[in-house]
């Protein structure tokens, strides 16, 4: 199992990204679960017309019994997920819904960011939405960051434009002092390419989702919509997430070598802004 936690700069595509890559996730791996985790609340069960139940607000309530669940078994995702209705295809893609106010999230995310672990039970890699990266957790250690903590890993979703690209190296140093892995994932319009992005911010930039409003919808805002093999967006989303699984393995090895595993949570340093 991994936990990838994706975030974004002021809304540049987490959502999008997310359910993107689970549609086309790459099919030597168990089919993934999207956790919808935004502190914003969250957006899919209102595209989709889901219920909010089973959803995060389930998950909260089992983590809060553990007895229910099993004494060091944790939480099955899959067993409070939900699948995306007529996909057109045979790519089921689960998704574990949020309630859409903030203040519904609150303990939920409190729970996550303590016990991430809890999640262990969950056969399958977890592609957890966190919404975006706000100023504010930059010194408060928010539930988001701690929770990108205990996963050792953010993929951060970035448009390729001075301004969100100086806010991503404000937030480097920031997440690399609290052992976190950052991978930069380019979303829509901008005038850099990825390999200066690389090279002028020393960044992993994971892979590229070209601007394309009519997939995003599609993908992300439940519009209908033909195959999604014909849409540019997953066509790109499948090359980022067949790198990203191949990185993931070199990730983990780092992780489980050092202290930034699962439940282990050090001190942020930085934040200048
Ligand atoms: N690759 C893309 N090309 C064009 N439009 C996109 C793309 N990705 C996302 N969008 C559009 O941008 C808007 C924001 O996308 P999305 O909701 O995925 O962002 P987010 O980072 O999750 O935002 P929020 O902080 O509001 O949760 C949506 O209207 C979506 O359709
Ligand atoms: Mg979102």
Redesign the pocket.
């Known amino acids: 199992m991994e936990v990838i936690p994706i975030v974004?700069l002021?809304?540049?595509?987490?959502?999008?990204?997310a359910l993107a890559l689970a549609t086309v996730w790459p099919e030597q791996r168990p089919a993934p679960v999207v956790l919808e985790c935004?502190p914003?609340g969250g957006?899919i069960a209102a595209h989709f017309d889901l219920p909010l139940t089973p959803g995060l607000v389930s998950v909260a309530l089992a983590m809060d019994r553990p007895a229910d669940v099993g004494e060091g078994m944790g939480v099955d995702l899959r067993l409070h997920s939900q699948v995306l209705p007529d996909r057109r295809d045979r790519s089921l893609v689960h998704v574990v819904v949020a309630p859409t106010s903030p203040e519904e999230m609150r303990r939920p995310l409190a729970l996550l960011a303590e016990k991430l672990s809890f999640l262990a039970a969950t056969e399958t890699d977890i592609l957890l939405?966190c919404?975006?990266l706000e100023a504010a957790s930059i010194q408060g250690r928010t539930p988001t960051v701690r929770l990108l903590q205990q996963a050792g890993l953010a993929i951060v979703?970035v448009r390729p434009q001075l301004s969100e690209l100086r806010r991503l190296a404000v937030w480097l140093p920031v997440l690399r002092s609290g052992h976190v892995e950052v991978m930069a994932l380019l979303?829509?319009r901008g005038p850099y390419a990825e390999s200066e992005i690389a090279h002028t911010l020393e960044v992993e930039v994971i892979g590229s989702?070209?601007?394309?409003?009519a997939?995003?919808?599609i993908v992300?805002?439940g519009a209908a919509g033909p195959r999604p093999d014909r849409l540019p967006?997953l066509r790109a989303a499948r090359a980022t997430a067949a790198a990203l699984v191949d990185r993931l393995a070199t990730v983990g090895r780092h992780r489980d070598s050092s202290e930034a595993v699962l439940g282990t949570v050090v001190p942020l340093t930085g934040g200048t802004r």
Request: charged content about 25%.
């Open positions: 974004s002021k809304s540049a595509g987490a959502t999008t990204a935004d914003a957006d939405d919404g975006r979703v979303s829509q989702l070209p601007d394309d409003p997939s995003a919808a992300g805002g967006l």
